[in-house]
C-alpha cells in the first residue's frame, strides 16, 4: 500500500487550504483513513478519520468545526478541508491507513501505512 498526500503549502491566517491522499496497492474494505501531524519539536498527533467505509467522521477538539475529513472509495483518495487556519496549524501533515479500530485511531502507532508528509505553513 502506497500514500502519496498533496495540497500543502503556505496561507495566510483565516486562509484555507485542501490536501489530497492518494492511495494505491492494496486496500481493504474495513481499513481507517487519517490525518495527523506534526510541528516542530512536537509529538506527531491525530487530526481527523473516517473508515473507508461509513460515514462517521473523527475530529481532534483542536480542529473541529474548521476541518474536514472526506473520501473518495472509486478513486481510493481521502481529503482535508482545512478553512479557518491558524498559525498553531502549521505542522507536516501526513495521511495514514491501517485496520486500527475505533478506540485506536487517535494513535499513530495504530496505522500501518503512512504518506510521505506536506507541510502546511501559517503566517499570522
Known amino acids: 500500500v502506497q500514500l502519496q498526500a498533496s495540497g500543502g503549502g503556505l496561507v495566510q491566517a483565516g486562509g484555507s487550504l485542501r490536501l489530497s491522499c492518494a492511495v494505491s496497492?492494496?486496500?481493504?474494505?474495513?481499513?481507517?483513513m487519517s490525518w495527523f501531524r506534526q510541528a516542530p519539536g512536537k509529538e506527531r498527533e491525530f487530526v481527523a478519520a473516517?473508515?473507508?467505509?461509513?460515514?462517521?467522521?473523527y475530529y481532534a477538539d483542536s480542529v473541529k468545526g474548521r476541518f474536514t475529513i472526506s473520501k473518495d472509495n472509486a478513486k481510493n483518495t481521502v481529503m482535508l478541508q482545512m478553512n479557518n487556519l491558524k498559525p498553531e496549524d502549521t505542522a507536516v501533515y501526513y495521511c495514514?491507513?491501517?485496520?486500527?479500530?475505533?478506540?485506536?485511531?487517535?494513535?499513530?502507532?495504530?496505522?500501518?501505512?503512512w504518506g510521505q508528509g506536506t507541510q502546511v505553513t501559517v503566517s499570522s
Open positions: 495514514a491507513t491501517g485496520s486500527a479500530i475505533l478506540s485506536q485511531i487517535y494513535y499513530s502507532s495504530a496505522y500501518n501505512y
Open positions: 496497492g492494496r486496500t481493504l474494505s474495513g481499513y481507517v
Open positions: 473516517m473508515f473507508r467505509h461509513g460515514g462517521n467522521t
